[in-house]
């Protein structure tokens, strides 16, 4: 007896889908009504394939517009070439093939990458800010976020001197703190888990803990 030869035929051999999700028997289906001639017949058969992919997807139905999407999707099936009835405008098919266009992406010169460019905004208000305890403990509030952000990025120990050069650079000579102390961010490289290891094995496997009576092996 021959086998079918449909058997043998791989799916990237087969006909194109046009949307995938709704899989290929609404394919055959929608192709199926583009045959039918008489326009009322194809109307009422393309209702009742929307009907059939709203069962079949129906984790859309909270969406809004639920059944409009479906009669776009089936409009996206047939590639643009049924012709019915339908309760929705027809979608234009240059709306689906067009290209979005490019997003211009912000190029803004920042000086210290580490830092970003919200903190240069923040230093540049600061400089304009009349002389008083508020100014102060505004820079003050901008240096220790500088030093979190920089620890953030170096993961390493840096000098409150360090900082206070760069706050001194960003804000173009305005701001010059010396011998200020800043906040102690305890941001460096995290504390070695070594002891607590240590100590987990020496109290599991200490010679002078009992056995188990029960398995003859040590807890």
Avoid at 137 to 146: D, E, K, V
Avoid at 196 to 218: A, D, S, T
Wanted: hydrophobic share 30%; with cysteine.
């Amino acid at each position: 007896m021959e086998k079918n030869n449909l058997d043998h035929v791989y799916n990237t051999q087969r006909e194109h889908l046009f949307m995938p999700e709704h899989g290929r028997y609404i394919q055959e289906m929608v192709n199926h009504c583009m045959t039918i001639a008489d326009r009322g017949e194809r109307t009422k058969a393309a209702k009742t394939i929307v009907h059939v992919m709203g069962i079949l997807n129906p984790q859309p139905r909270d969406v809004e517009d639920f059944k409009q999407k479906l009669w776009t999707h089936l409009y996206l099936v047939s590639n643009f070439k049924l012709d019915v009835d339908s309760p929705y405008p027809k979608p234009e098919p240059e709306v689906f093939t067009a290209k979005p266009e490019k997003i211009k992406y912000p190029r803004k010169d920042v000086r210290y990458g580490h830092y970003g460019k919200t903190i240069e905004l923040m230093v540049a208000k600061a400089v304009k800010m009349d002389e008083g305890d508020e100014k102060n403990a505004i820079i003050m509030m901008i240096a220790n976020l500088m030093k979190r952000m920089y620890l953030t990025w170096n993961r390493d120990s840096v000098t409150d001197d360090v900082i206070l050069v760069h706050l001194k650079e960003m804000s173009g000579g305005k701001i010059e703190w010396k011998d200020v102390q800043l906040s102690n961010q305890n941001m460096g490289k995290p504390a070695s888990n070594n002891n607590n290891n240590n100590n987990y094995k020496k109290k599991k496997f200490n010679k002078n803990r009992p056995y188990n009576n029960n398995n003859k092996k040590r807890f």
